[in-house]
């Protein structure tokens, strides 16, 4: 096997090497610091929308999903200015939401992010009341849990090829929806399980006695990698 084409990136003081092509916050990671990303994953392209994964890096202040990871660029992860920008970023989504996206139980990536900045559900704001969807059988909406990250709706068109998803509305009233615009039953929606799997927030759920977020049943290596029309899991 060959070596890796990598390049070498100084990560809060501390050199690291990723692959060629790679962005800073696959570099942060690799540099084992935990970054917020909530419109991101790795298996999807970048939309730097959420802005909760700001660094600085060169001085300037950059969406490290999105920024490339130049050979020798400097990064700080750790600046006031920063924590405090990405502490805003998470508590402005946070504030559109109600209280319950924060429940002490919930295992979303979004509660456990508010976990580790000690973000509690007084931030969450919102009475919610925009209801849900829970016409199809292996797949349920709440619309008030849903942050517009569109991370199902790249994981249903990038990784899926299915095209089932969508974001309507306006600013705040953003949320996802099926394209064709009726019940989640009537979409062109797969039940490949992969947008439950990705959603950080526990807005799109696999109903049932295993009710909940597909991550959080299956560990991180065995999130979904692909998916087909003939179950609700993927694989
Ligand atoms: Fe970088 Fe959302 S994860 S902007």
């Known amino acids: 096997m ?5 390049v070498t990136i100084e990560v809060d003081g501390t050199g690291v090497e990723v692959p060629e092509e790679s962005s800073l916050l696959t570099a942060v990671r690799a540099a084992g610091i935990e970054l917020p990303a909530l419109c991101s994953d790795d298996r999807l392209s970048p939309a ?3 802005r909760t994964c700001l660094v600085r890096a060169e001085g300037r202040i950059a969406a490290a999903c999105v920024t490339p ?4 660029v ?5 600046g006031d200015e920063v924590v405090r920008l990405r502490r805003d970023a998470v508590e402005v989504i946070v ?3 109600p209280p319950r996206a924060l429940a002490d139980d919930s295992p979303s ?6 976990r580790s900045m000690g973000i509690g559900p007084e931030a969450a704001q919102d009475a919610g009341g925009r209801g849900g969807d829970e016409s199809h059988p292996y797949v349920h909406l709440d619309r008030d849990l849903c942050i517009a990250c569109g991370r199902c709706v790249r994981m249903c068109s990038e990784l899926q090829g299915t095209f089932a998803l969508t974001l309507v509305g306006r600013g705040g009233d953003t949320v996802v929806a099926p394209g064709t615009g009726g019940p989640w039953a009537e979409s062109d929606c797969v ?3 992969g947008c439950v799997d990705t959603c950080p927030t526990g807005a799109i759920t696999q109903p049932g006695p295993a009710r909940g977020l597909t991550s959080a049943f299956h560990p991180a290596e065995a999130r979904t990698r692909t998916t087909c029309g003939y179950c609700g899991v993927g694989c």
Do not use: F, I
């Open 48 to 50: 730097g929308s959420c």
């Open 2 to 6: 060959g070596a890796m084409n990598g």
């Open 95 to 97: 504030s559109a939401l």
């Open 109 to 114: 990536e979004l509660a456990h992010v508010c």
């Open 191 to 193: 039940a490949c399980g």
């Open 74 to 78: 400097r990064v700080d992860t750790r």
């Open 69 to 72: 990871a130049s050979p020798g």
